[in-house]
């Protein structure tokens, strides 16, 4: 059911005027701006008689039931409806939002560790699981035969010596190691003037006393190659190596370098030889060395350079590493 309508701003009859104090009724009734009786009004006897001529004629059998009139005298009682009276309306404090957003923030952090708890759960247990499945992949990884794993080098990562030869790869040419206590030097792969993509290996007398043997591309950056003069191009070679190679010694002087006309694996070449000589060294009780570079025309545009020089501890050393220099070849593959 509903309520009856009412208007809680209206003021009941009898109640205290809000704006000024309750006035009677004045007699005869109220005109607006009417501050007395009307004196010209004269309210005739009540009736019951309707004007003549109305449709409507009361029964004069009927029974009436008198309204009850009004009582200025009666109280005042607010709410004169039927049921429950409304609720009210109330203003209260911020106490209720206050527990609303304490309610929210809560729920928030606890959303927020839950979240934290179980993701970082999971996320944990997700590289625990990478990480075994990792090392399990790597214990069954088969090797190859002799004990390899068949892993790659990482790419950029210098070539070592293949211990049999000595390799420039830039012309293809492989060049073995002569016989005799040679170990790596450096290389291959390495500049070092006169030379390119070298690789180098040496007889070492003593711990700063060294034999050398070393191949590779004829470097123009600091030696003229000129594959119509290889003569000249071998004179320029050595003049360059011979640039500080011998500062530690005393008197030194070299004999008239020497050419020959060599063919090596079918192509023209050039063996310039000459000995290098002094009074003392403080390194060794040595007094000459003996040197022979070799210069190789291999294409008409590049030149390989070997050169072997071979101290007097190591003399007997000296023709296998001329030897091995004239055996190079250039038709080998290299990778």
């Known amino acids: 059911m509903t309520y009856p309508p009412h208007d809680p701003g209206a003021v009941p009859p009898g109640a205290p005027d809000p704006y000024g104090q309750s006035q009677p009724a004045p007699p005869g009734g109220y005109v607006p701006g009417q501050v007395g009786p009307d004196p010209g009004y004269s309210p005739g006897p009540p009736t019951t008689q309707l004007p003549a001529g109305s449709p409507y004629q009361p029964d004069p059998n009927a029974q009436y039931y008198p309204q009850p009139g009004y009582d200025p005298n009666q109280p005042y009682h607010p709410y004169q409806g039927y049921g429950p009276p409304p609720v009210q309306a109330t203003t209260k404090g911020g106490g209720g939002t206050a527990l609303l957003v304490i309610g929210v923030v809560l729920l928030m952090a606890l959303g927020a560790f839950g979240g934290y708890w179980f993701l970082g759960d999971r996320g944990e247990e997700g590289d625990l699981a990478g990480a075994e499945d990792s090392t399990s992949s790597q214990e069954s990884a088969p090797e190859d035969e002799g004990g390899e794993t068949g ?185």
């Open 151 to 335: 892993e790659e080098s990482p790419e950029g990562e210098a070539p070592l010596p293949s211990g049999t030869s000595l390799t420039v790869t830039s012309i293809g040419s492989l060049t073995p190691i002569p016989e005799g206590e040679w170990a790596p030097y450096y290389g291959p792969g390495v500049s070092s003037e006169p030379q390119t993509d070298a690789e180098a290996y040496a007889f070492f007398h003593t711990e700063e006393w060294i034999s050398f043997f070393g191949v590779g591309l004829f470097s123009g950056a600091s030696a003229q190659y000129d594959p119509a003069d290889l003569n000249a191009s071998a004179a320029s070679a050595a003049e360059v190596w011979l640039d500080g190679a011998f500062g530690s010694v005393q008197g030194y002087e070299m004999t008239e370098i020497a050419y020959q006309d060599v063919e090596v694996d079918g192509k023209p070449g050039v063996l310039a030889t000459w000995r290098n000589s002094w009074t003392s060294t403080p390194g060794s009780t040595d007094t000459f060395e003996d040197t022979a570079i070799l210069v190789v025309d291999v294409d008409g545009v590049n030149g390989f350079l070997g050169i072997a020089s071979v101290a007097q501890s190591g003399t007997d050393s000296y023709q296998s590493a001329v030897d091995a220099l004239l055996a190079t070849d250039f038709d080998a593959e290299t990778a």
